[in-house]
């Protein structure tokens, strides 16, 4: 017993140590994760997979708005391993996220207990592997983060909530797709869809009953529609905002996004299909689950409700329709439209193309002519540790620029509080998904072709939905607008895994160069040290 009382003192003085304020009333959620491999058949085959706690997908991550979430990692897979908590946006506390540019690693056989607090958030989440190609081998759950009693919700209490984990799946190994990668080719098409690690899955639920589903694309590449036989889908939230509440009869989810919707149901006492269908692919690819209703004795039958038939104009009409709900609260009792972002003037531009070149006789991803290449030790640890020779502060430029492509670890300078406008250039025929670790951001513009000056006169300054993952359409633009007011260094990326993989991403360095931890929490006690950071001495 006394035992057990001194480890959960040790582990709350280690938490408390990295924070300059930890209230009273915020609770501790404590877990311990082991990663492992195993055995599953989602398409009949059985195949190694990657397992937390024995689970695939991985367990849920349920907690409520400003909890400290205190999670210890066990790796006891055969290669190092880290996770990302993709939405949460690690206020102050770059140090937590998870991707290589700001984490050693977990070896093999070894641990690392992740400290973080969903400080000011609420909504659908997701964790997944952030190291080489594990993605495609599970190890990905979600994160639902629920209001605060004393916050109110723009609806009224579904009767339960379903989680749906979608994504693209494939037979081949992480192993084996990573050699792919290696090996100078792009992906391969995906072998399926699964919802939740299956291809057939089943919710059940009272007829007259709202219940709410959690939708999120879990894939490494390809967007999908998502709809529900015979009932209308009522967008509440994504990634954090509460929006409009419209109504639809599908919903495009790109890779990396998350959307909850309430559904009613309202029909007839019997099985109805859910449907996820790949979008800008070829052949499509379909999951199947059923919506089953209380009682019923009529199971699903005939051909699945087809989804629409257009591809952009169709996808890009309906992401122009999501709309910030300005007098809905979202975390905190303030309403979401009380930040007026349309009237803060932008401190620069950035523009950031993204292209397939072929460097060195293999298939790159590049940003501005740049193929992102990662180091040995992580530009987190380089930057607090003053290590020079790991990056280079505007080693890629903050437009196209033409010239030759190269492959370099590509960091954008910038500063504490900039009010910064992104454009993401497409000039692919293959859609993009981009997302930015420790921030949300503003999504005012998308577009066809290319991107110019007079495109900001249709930028949505009043009410554009905040979320972290952006699709980018064929041949097309997207505009973003971001507040950078956390102190970090924070991942830019393609969603699209194989194309992060081999270059499609940077850094930005958010500083500030006056040193307080009312700005950026103190380096963890508890971090991994490697590369040129080995042996450095924290203060």
Not at 249 to 265: N, Y
Not at 508 to 529: D, M
Request: proline share 6%; hydrophobic share 35%; net charge positive.
């Amino acid at each position: 017993m006394w035992r057990r009382v001194l480890l959960l003192f040790f582990a709350v003085s280690i938490f408390a140590s990295n924070w300059d304020i930890v209230n009273a009333e915020d609770p501790y959620r404590f877990f311990t994760w082991t990663v492992t491999y195993g055995t599953a058949s989602p398409l009949g085959l059985s195949q190694q997979v990657i397992l937390i706690n024995g689970q695939f997908p991985g367990p849920s991550l349920d907690c409520v708005t400003n909890d400290n979430v205190i999670i210890n990692v066990v790796n006891k897979l055969d290669q190092p391993f880290l996770l990302t908590w993709n939405g949460i946006k690690q206020r102050k506390n770059s140090w937590q996220d998870g991707v290589l540019g700001t984490n050693c690693p977990i070896p093999p056989n070894s641990n690392y207990t992740y400290k973080f607090q969903t400080k000011d958030q609420i909504g659908t989440y997701t964790y997944f592997p952030s190291t080489l190609l594990h993605k495609a081998s599970g190890g990905f759950g979600s994160i639902n983060v629920y209001a605060r009693p004393v916050i109110s919700v723009p609806y009224s209490k579904p009767a339960a909530d379903f989680t749906l984990l979608v994504g693209d799946w494939y037979l081949k190994t992480h192993k084996e797709l990573q050699k792919v990668l290696d090996s100078g080719k792009p992906l391969p098409s995906p072998d399926a869809v699964l919802i939740n690690g299956r291809t057939r899955f089943s919710f059940t639920g009272d007829q007259g009953k709202t219940y709410m589903f959690r939708v999120s694309n879990v894939g490494l590449s390809a967007s999908f529609n998502f709809r529900i036989q015979g009932h209308k889908l009522k967008l509440v939230e994504v990634e954090g905002s509460h929006v409009i509440q419209n109504m639809y009869d599908s919903l495009d989810v790109h890779v990396g996004q998350s959307v909850t919707v309430l559904v009613t149901l309202d029909q007839s006492v019997k099985d109805y299909y859910i449907v996820a269908s790949t979008k800008f692919l070829t052949p499509v690819l379909t999951a199947v689950a059923v919506l089953h209703y209380t009682n019923s004795r009529t199971g699903v039958s005939g051909p699945t409700p087809a989804g629409p038939t257009d591809e952009v104009a169709w996808s890009m009409d309906q992401a122009r329709s999501f709309r910030w709900n300005l007098t809905a609260n979202a975390a905190r009792p303030n309403p979401q439209g009380s930040f007026h972002y349309g009237n803060i003037t932008k401190s620069r531009t950035i523009i950031l193309a993204n292209s397939a070149p072929i460097i060195n006789g293999k298939q790159r991803f590049a940003v501005n002519q740049i193929s992102y290449n990662n180091t040995d030790t992580p530009l987190k640890l380089a930057d607090y540790f003053n290590i020079t020779g790991v990056f280079t502060l505007d080693s890629i430029k903050s437009a196209p620029s033409g010239g030759p492509y190269t492959i370099a670890t590509s960091v954008i300078r910038t500063s504490l509080h900039e009010f910064v406008e992104i454009v993401f250039q497409n000039n692919e025929e293959i859609i993009q998904s981009w997302h930015l670790d420790g921030y949300d951001f503003w999504v005012v513009g998308f577009g066809m072709g290319q991107w110019t000056q007079v495109s900001r006169n249709g930028y949505n300054l009043v009410d554009a939905p905040t979320r972290h993952t952006a699709q980018v359409y064929p041949k097309s633009w997207t505009a973003i607008l971001v507040s950078l007011d956390n102190q970090g260094m924070w991942n830019l990326r393609s969603a699209n895994w194989g194309r992060q993989y081999l270059g499609q991403q940077l850094y930005l360095r958010v500083y500030n160069p006056t040193k307080s931890l009312s700005n950026e929490y103190n380096i963890p006690t508890n971090a991994l040290l490697c590369g040129r950071a080995v042996g450095r001495k924290q203060p």
